[in-house]
């Protein structure tokens, strides 16, 4: 069964210290990997598409990385402001569909 | 740019009560798609549409039916509100998915059935 698992659930930290959020994917085959951050209240807001194991790409604070199992959202220096609930999905080869993850709420306290 | 529109954002229904959600995009996308969100579960693909006038079942279809007859707006229709039909419901859109682009997403429906 085509199953994407993120972990941890939530993810406590400090202003300023840097960690990674996972996410393993047991998919019959990919065609992307997708990260999402969704703040309170709002629609999921697209930040990284991954299409082979090794590739990487980063936007400010942030760093995805891809591998044959599992991506990670690593973020380094985080701030406040970067608080959010953080999803990622994976778009199967053999169809149209997205395949999600529960998310990652991450919190930083300043 | 809107991108992606929802309305009503919130709605209280009673168990029996029917109710439309109407989704519209301005980025003349063809794949639209409804989505719902319930706490510690990813999102769930409930129908979604290949273009005008074209829909399908995803995921969790029942109780639920859809209409795309015009290519900007996407409507979701419950025709008899159940309890487990709480939850909050997302449209989103984007190109054709031989392409791999990013899906875009409106901004939710909280939907609450007593």
């Known amino acids: 069964e085509d199953q994407v698992t993120q972990s941890p659930e939530a993810l406590r930290l400090q202003e300023g210290e840097s960690s990674s959020l996972n996410c393993s994917y047991t998919?019959?085959?990919?065609?992307?990997l997708f990260w999402y951050r969704q703040d309170p209240g709002k629609g999921p807001e697209f930040l990284f598409t991954?299409?082979?194991?090794?590739e990487e790409k980063e936007k400010e604070r942030l760093k995805a990385t891809l591998t044959k199992k599992e991506s990670f959202l690593h973020i380094t220096a985080p701030k406040p402001e970067d608080s959010a609930t953080y999803l990622c999905?994976?778009?199967?080869?053999?169809?149209?569909?997205?395949?999600w993850g529960a998310g990652t709420k991450l919190i930083i306290k300043p | 740019n809107a991108g992606v529109t929802q309305t009503p954002k919130f709605r209280v229904l009673k168990t029996g009560q029917s109710m439309t959600l109407l989704c519209a995009q301005d980025m003349n996308h063809e794949y639209m798609y409804w989505y719902r969100q319930d706490p510690g579960m990813g999102l769930r693909l409930i129908h979604y549409?290949?273009?005008?006038?074209?829909?399908a079942k995803g995921e969790v279809p029942d109780g639920y039916n859809v209409s795309r007859l015009k290519k900007q707006n996407f409507l979701l229709g419950l025709e008899s509100a159940a309890p487990s039909q709480t939850s909050v419901y997302f449209c989103?859109?984007?190109?054709?998915?031989?392409?791999?682009?990013?899906?875009?997403f409106g901004q939710g429906t909280r939907l609450t059935v007593v």
């Open positions: 989103a859109s984007s190109f054709p998915t031989g392409v791999v682009t990013e899906a875009f």
């Open positions: 998919v019959s085959g990919l065609r992307g």
């Open positions: 991954l299409y082979s194991a090794g």
């Open positions: 999905a994976a778009r199967l080869d053999s169809n149209y569909q997205l395949i």
């Open positions: 549409s290949v273009g005008e006038g074209t829909t």
